[in-house]
């Protein structure tokens, strides 16, 4: 019951269409009781009148009231249903049954008017009225049939209640689920959102007894969007003053390298250097981390279709050197390609990030392989490579900045990854990783599912 509860007042949907069901189910339950008491009371009233009808056909018609006890087709009346006329007082030398034609016993003392009484073991609604020539007659009818009677017009009348209340029941609660979709369709919209979307909510078909609270929502993204701004700009000129000081550093520490020097001395300066190229590194990586997750009209504007292939090319060109010095086959496999609307420096960008990490994170003589394929309107771009992979467990939390897993000890700022999901959550991109060996359950696979540009168009050389 708890449980009910709890799921009942989760949603004001679902506590407003039960209020309703149950107000309209009760209240139709009490007039459809309050028909049936009205009908059964009018059918009770039309059958006394019934009997009143036929005393007065007597009195006028000046019929005996007396039937024939000799009647061959008495018996195969039906009993219940007949009127029984005959004269107050009236003997039985016969000794015949009621239900054989014998009159009913009555008393000649009986007042004129309606009785219920219990006669020959069975109950009879009786009249008891005197005619013109002043000869008192009785017109009877079993009880049993007459409540029968009147019970069935009574649930005539109760009928509609029954078949129209479930139907008002399911438009009741089709009417209020329809009512509600459009605040729905707005908590389905917003669910979809990524981090990155924070415009504001569309208030046409919003009703009005909730458009202050999203108009509340809309001003709280604004003050977050404006919070994201500024730290993004904070860090993309953090990164940008830093690479000024850096460069300077790396231009010290080139020329005190040429200068006689220890081996201590130089060995240590060695390490420096070392120090100051990842310090570079990270501020490179923090300001393509920014622009990626910049939101301006270029970026939002179309792209016209670039080959797949074509980056490779330009990926594998800057980046073999550091493959070749960690001996690792890098390579494209295959020669499929395929065409996506996209921008050429955003798609290079998220290439390159996810090969760089690729390279980094396998060991020497190792291999990374590209690939690209179509399957279902997508261009699927894959990176594998024959490195220690990611654990299922930390597939959601290496996109994150700075995150590292645990136990890695190898160089990197821990921005790539993310950098790779700013660009895609840009692009539309979808971004999905595996084992690069189902078999051996290691390395990485990182697919990323791009939307093709037009069936028919061919790849740009």
């Not at 449980?3 to 989760?10: D, E, P, R, T």
């Not at 009148?49 to 039906?78: E, G, N």
């Not at 016969?94 to 009785?115: C, R």
Request: proline share 5%; glycine share 6%; with cysteine.
């Amino acid at each position: 019951m708890d449980g009910f509860k709890g799921w009942l007042n989760a949603s004001v949907q679902r506590r407003l269409a039960a209020a309703l069901l149950v107000a309209i189910a009760a209240v139709a339950l009490v007039a459809a009781a309050l028909s049936f008491l009205a009908a059964y009371d009018e059918a009770r009233e039309l059958q006394d009148d019934l009997l009143r009808q036929v005393a007065q056909l007597v009195d006028r018609q000046r019929l005996a009231p007396t039937p024939s006890p000799l009647d061959a087709h008495f018996k195969d009346r039906d009993e219940a249903s007949r009127l029984i006329v005959q004269r107050l007082g009236q003997a039985n030398p016969a000794g015949l049954d009621v239900d054989d034609g014998g009159p009913l016993p009555l008393t000649a003392t009986l007042a004129d008017g309606l009785y219920t009484l219990a006669l020959s073991g069975e109950s009879f609604r009786v009249l008891v009225a005197t005619t013109a020539a002043g000869e008192r007659i009785a017109v009877a009818q079993e009880s049993d049939f007459r409540d029968d009677m009147a019970r069935a017009s009574a649930l005539r009348t109760v009928m509609p209640f029954a078949v129209l209340l479930p139907l008002l029941l399911v438009l009741v609660a089709t009417l209020v689920r329809r009512l509600f979709r459009p605040i729905a369709a707005l908590a389905q919209d917003i669910d979809r959102r990524s981090e990155q979307d924070l415009r504001a909510v569309d208030l046409c078909g919003i009703p009005s007894e909730v458009r202050s609270f999203v108009g509340a929502i809309n001003r709280l993204l604004a003050r977050i969007a404006r919070t994201m701004t500024v730290e993004r700009r904070f860090v993309a000129d953090a990164a940008h003053e830093l690479r000024s000081p850096l460069a300077a550093l790396s231009l010290q520490a080139e020329r005190l390298q040429a200068t006689a020097l220890p081996a201590e001395a130089r060995e240590r300066l060695q390490v420096l250097r070392r120090g100051i190229e990842r310090g570079r590194s990270l501020v490179d990586q923090l300001l393509a981390l920014a622009r990626a997750q910049a939101s301006d009209a270029a970026a939002s504007a179309p792209a016209a279709p670039c080959s797949v292939q074509v980056i490779y090319r330009r990926v594998l060109e800057d980046l073999m050197p550091l493959a070749d010095a960690r001996r690792i086959d890098l390579g494209v496999e295959g020669a499929q390609d395929a065409a996506v609307r996209v921008q050429e420096p955003e798609l290079i960008a998220l290439v390159r990030n996810l090969v760089d990490n690729a390279i980094r994170y396998t060991p020497e003589g190792g291999r990374v392989d590209l690939s690209v394929r179509v399957e279902r309107g997508l261009a699927v771009l894959g990176v594998r490579d024959s490195g220690p992979g990611i654990a299922p467990a930390e597939r959601g939390r290496v996109f994150d900045p700075f995150y590292r897993t645990p136990g890695s000890e190898h160089s990197g700022s821990g921005l790539g990854l993310a950098i790779v999901r700013a660009i895609g959550e840009r692009i539309g991109a979808r971004i999905e990783l595996d084992h690069g060996d189902a078999a051996t359950q290691s390395g990485l696979l990182v697919s990323v599912f791009i939307a093709q540009a037009e069936p028919g168009t061919a790849p740009p050389a």
